[in-house]
């Protein structure tokens, strides 16, 4: 295991550009509202009878956001690419009618790529939300959101994820044609200014989790995406096995592990499955589970073992944009309790090129 021996946070990039998200979200809203617009008009057109998601790693986090929020906004039906239906098996699905949103942070990796070649050949429309405008991917789509997030130093994904999240929610939102939406995303930046406030808590959550080598990240309905994000940081920064599950899930089997100590992270916003969320903090408090709870909310906040709170409260449409905040700060502050570097995960690079 790779131990770096006295790191200071602040003198970390992955901090620094944690720290950077407010005024990243900021610039893409700025700079890509009328992009957006004519993108949603001409799906409008297009009038597509499915979405497919494609991507890799975080980004795939970020289309399972994707899937929540066409699907409750927008009313359509999403799917996830599996890839290797085009790069190892060569028989494609039927794209014809599909809109193929390819999200990813460098634009490069060839199984995207070759998905999106295929869709265009079939007829499907194709979008590219990507911090590299110029790469191969945003050449093969017919459009493109630019995200604006910055070069991006630390191998994990930060300011690039949360950017394809408000990417993805500004589309949804220019597709309602609501205009109740477009004033909550100009609010978000604040709102996740206030979510960095939970530092100082995240920092005593990695105290309280520096022992564990496995744990289980838990989300239920848009937060499931920020579960399973929070999930891939704290394998990649801190070696913890996390595995994520929707709460749901969560109770058809996987409960069984839980024994005195067993840590659990619970993220759980305001919203519809908050209801679920809170039920599910009090069962695993009475089996003796030492709880993290990610919310907005003051008794799921009281009833764990630490709380990190997100500051304020957004619509649950938006949250996976602030929750995620403070499981950013949990990886980042656990991976150097333990004496490892945040910015350079073993075995990692910052673009794996897959097939």
Request: include cysteine.
């Amino acid at each position: 295991m790779q131990q770096t021996v006295g790191m200071d946070v602040a003198s970390t990039y992955m901090r620094s550009e944690i720290l950077e998200q407010p005024e990243v979200l900021e610039r893409l809203l700025e700079a890509e509202g009328p992009r957006v617009d004519r993108i949603a008009g001409a799906i409008r057109a297009f009038d597509p009878y499915f979405v497919m998601m494609v991507a890799r790693g975080s980004s795939d986090n970020a289309a399972l956001y994707g899937k929540y929020l066409l699907g409750a906004i927008n009313r359509l039906p999403v799917a996830l690419a599996a890839p290797s239906l085009v790069t190892l098996y060569r028989s494609p699905p039927n794209l014809s009618r599909a809109l193929v949103i390819a999200i990813s942070q460098s634009g490069r990796s060839p199984d995207l790529l070759e998905v999106v070649c295929s869709a265009r050949r079939q007829g499907a429309m194709t979008v590219a939300a990507t911090n590299n405008p110029s790469s191969p991917l945003a050449e093969r789509c017919e459009w493109v959101i630019p995200l604006h997030a910055g070069r991006e130093r630390s191998v994990a994904a930060t300011k690039s994820y949360t950017a394809q999240l408000l990417a993805l929610a500004m589309l949804s939102a220019s597709l309602s044609v609501r205009p109740e939406l477009a004033e909550e995303l100009r609010a978000l930046p604040e709102s996740v200014q206030l979510a960095l406030e939970a530092e100082s808590a995240a920092r005593k959550a990695a105290l309280w989790l520096k022992g564990a080598s496995r744990c289980v990240v838990i989300g239920r309905g848009f937060d499931y995406a920020t579960a399973q994000e929070i999930a891939l940081k704290l394998k990649e920064l801190a070696a913890v096995a996390a595995e994520p599950y929707s709460a749901a899930d969560f109770m058809h089997g996987p409960v069984a592990m839980v024994e005195p100590g067993f840590p659990a992270v619970l993220v759980a916003h305001s919203g519809a499955a908050y209801r679920e969320m809170r039920r599910l903090a009090a069962r695993l408090q009475r089996l003796g589970a030492d709880l993290i709870a990610i919310s907005d909310r003051r008794w799921i906040l009281d009833t764990a073992s630490v709380g990190l709170p997100v500051g304020s409260t957004v619509s649950e449409w938006l949250s996976p944009l602030v929750s995620v905040v403070p499981g950013q700060m949990l990886a980042l502050h656990l991976a150097v309790e333990k004496g490892m570097d945040p910015d350079r995960p073993r075995r990692l690079t910052k673009v794996t090129r897959t097939r």
